[in-house]
């Protein structure tokens, strides 16, 4: 098992910028793939950002070029630079990390407002 918390939240105007961070206890040894998810009001939760244990990040296009996902496997935790925020970036953002495609484990959500 794998517990997840996400910090980093907050309210923040058009164009700032938010860096989220998870941090990630139990058996992570196992961990492979990490990645942040997001889920807006009236919405499904959606995919924002992977990153596989030792390879290149992949990126949802509506935040390519102003997020970075990054991973520290020695202090495992998990970051999302967010830059240039806009308004449709606003949702809870959830980190999730798997053993395998089969199971997954997820942590309980960050709030992201952006607004003016």
């Known amino acids: 098992q794998v517990h997840l918390v996400e910090s980093g939240g907050g309210l923040v105007q058009p164009g700032e910028s938010l860096t989220l961070s998870c941090a990630a206890s139990?058996?992570?040894?196992?961990?492979?793939?990490m990645g942040w998810y997001r889920q807006a009001p009236g919405k499904q939760r959606e995919l924002v950002a992977l990153i596989p244990p030792n390879g290149k990040p992949d990126y949802t296009d509506s935040v390519k070029g102003r997020f970075t996902i990054s991973r520290d496997n020695a202090k495992n935790t998990l970051n999302l630079q967010m830059n240039s925020l806009e308004t449709e970036d606003t949702a809870i953002y959830y980190c999730k990390a798997e053993y395998s495609a089969y199971v997954g484990f997820w942590g309980r959500g960050t709030q992201v407002t952006v607004s003016s």
């Open positions: 139990g058996d992570v040894s196992r961990i492979s793939v």
